[in-house]
């Protein structure tokens, strides 16, 4: 699938700009929700699970790194 193709390249471009080795599953989850099934989501996670993350990466994604 194209999008899968494209989000997997996003999390390397995510990878590089933020200077990151991994994502956690959740991170993945949602912007696999939102990139790939165009969901609108709602991320309740605790304090420190890197939420920011998502979204500072769905920049990254969208605008191609």
Known sequence: NNKIAALDEGFLDVSTTFKITD????????MQKIVVEK???????????????????????????
């Open 39 to 65: 969901l609108d989501i709602l991320v309740s996670l605790p304090t420190g699970s890197r939420k920011p993350l998502i979204y500072q990466a769905l920049v990254v994604v969208f605008n191609g790194g």
């Open 23 to 30: 994502f956690t599953a959740y991170q993945k989850l949602a």
